[in-house]
């Protein structure tokens, strides 16, 4: 069985997270995205992939449309901690 993480939901449930990169060069600006928000504000069936997701989102600084996308899963997060 393969998980697909195609959908906001799939990412939700798999415990993986999206972060946002502007790609202004005089922004940068770097964000963590809500899931969970973005799940009840477009629904939880809709596309995570970058070319379906980006045309929703802009940067909260500099209100630029040109993002990138990164994901990764949360158990990732804060290894290397003791
Ligand atoms: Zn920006």
Sequence with gaps: MSMSLSTL???IDTDHMLRACCNNPK?????KLD????AV??????S?????LVPKLKCSKCKSK???LIL????????GHT
Excluded: V
Excluded at 27 to 31: G, L, S, T
Excluded at 41 to 46: F, N, T, V
């Design 9 to 11: 939901g799939a990412l």
């Design 27 to 31: 922004c940068r600006h770097y964000a």
């Design 35 to 38: 899931l969970e928000y973005l």
């Design 41 to 46: 504000k477009l629904g939880r069936d809709h």
């Design 48 to 52: 995570s992939m970058r070319d379906d």
């Design 66 to 68: 040109n993002i990138s």
């Design 72 to 79: 990764s899963a949360k158990s990732t997060e804060g290894l």
